[in-house]
């Protein structure tokens, strides 16, 4: 068939010619009885549309300027932050370095991401420029400056948190005076996502249980921000199709390896502790709801299996007695060092941990979408206001969350199911949808659960198997 770009006009006589094939084809295809629907284009993406959409920074600010509670509580948690006041100064590097043996200099990462998230969204609530020039500040000094993550196994989650973190930091400032959005993206494209990319595909030469479920995680959440960031589709279906085919622990059916009677299911870390078992919820809540300002459902997957685990969870760290299912996977890399672990009963280790995650969740499944979360909501009323970075502790367990979700996700009861801003399994949009009910399809739980990996603070120092590529020997894990 005969093509043409958009700067070319056609002559009379190929439209005739063009006329007659596409009747041709028609008249065959009536003949055999088949109809070809055309293809729609792909929607656009939803800006902003990582953890905020323009409507709920919309309800904030209403809330927030009506004194509404909770709304005015959390924002008194964010504007006493001392990362969200207009005069913090930036402190970019060249090159960050967590675990391995050189200067350990994230923690200037991390700081400098929250304070430019939440001065950003200060800005965004209040519309004071003094917030949005500290974050715009912020953004540009490290997209000028930063060349490289790097470190031991544990680069992989300074490029995975802090990555998806920074975007959406970027995200909120799109199209503010001054923000160089395109040298931002290109530091998220050269620098982190290649490290979370690498780690999806080849899991530092490791086994593939030997990865605790947060890790995929951190790394999904930023390849799916830095797709919706960088309007890149096949950055967003890679991470989506891992959430639900993947074969490490982070794919659904893997973290959340088993459901129990009476709504509650088994999250992969609930054997090894409840910090990090309270970090993977906190991670897939952050990529359902970066999902769903996308209109995919990633929440309502295999019928609330989310829902499901973080109950699970919330109800052990409430005090409360869980199922457990024995849960056995092997550590190490092959050809360097192995070994097989047995949790038998959900771990003691940091039970009752208080993350800034339960508000988010609490109010997609209860308030969005009508279901019933006893256990979540019971734990958002025991953090209380939520606050951020810097509120929970100076080392990197503290930073793991953006955190301020009684400000950000909270919201009045739907009269109905509301649907993601477009139909769920398409990629992004804008635009309202028809509903876009959870997935149903049930059946038995993943057979290859579980894989450790030693933590520092919330995530610990890595020291997993087979490092890739000329990398060190590498000791077991510590549990």
Known sequence: MTQYHSNQRPSRRSLLKLAGTVGLAAGAAAVSGMTRATAAPAPAFAHPGLLHAQADLDRIAAKVNAGAQPYLAGWQRLTANRHAQSGWKANPQAVVYRGGDASQNFPTLYNDVHAAYQNALRWRVSGDRAHGDAARDILNAWSGTLKQVTGSADRFLAAGIQGYQFANAAELMRGYPGFDLDRFKTMMLQVFYPVCDDFLRHHNGAFITNYYASWDLLALCCV???????????????????????????????????????????????????????????????????????????????????????????????????????????????????????????????????????????NHYVNRRGLAAPYSTAMAAKVGAEGGGGDYGPNSGGFDQLGFGTLAFTRDNAAAQVPPSVPAGSAAGSSAGPSAGPSASAGAPAATPGAPQAPPHRLGRARPGGPPRAAPPVAPPTR
């Open 224 to 362: 799916f921000a830095a797709g919706v960031l960088c309007d890149d589709r096949a950055k967003v279906d890679q991470a989506v199709e891992y959430y639900r085919n993947g074969a490490g622990n982070g794919s659904l059916r893997h973290a959340i390896p088993y459901v129990h009677p009476g709504g509650l299911a088994q999250f992969q870390e609930s054997g090894r502790d409840q910090g990090h078992c309270t970090l993977s919820v906190g991670l897939m809540g952050a990529l359902c709801e970066m999902a769903w300002n996308q209109g995919i459902d990633l929440y309502g997957e295999d019928d609330n299996r989310f829902l499901k685990g973080a109950e699970y969870v919330a109800k052990y760290n409430l005090g409360e007695d869980v199922p457990f299912t024995r849960l056995t996977f092997q550590q190490g890399a092959p050809g360097v060092w192995s070994k097989t672990v047995d949790d038998t009963a959900p771990s003691a280790d940091g039970r009752g941990d208080l993350r800034p995650i339960w508000a988010m969740i609490r």
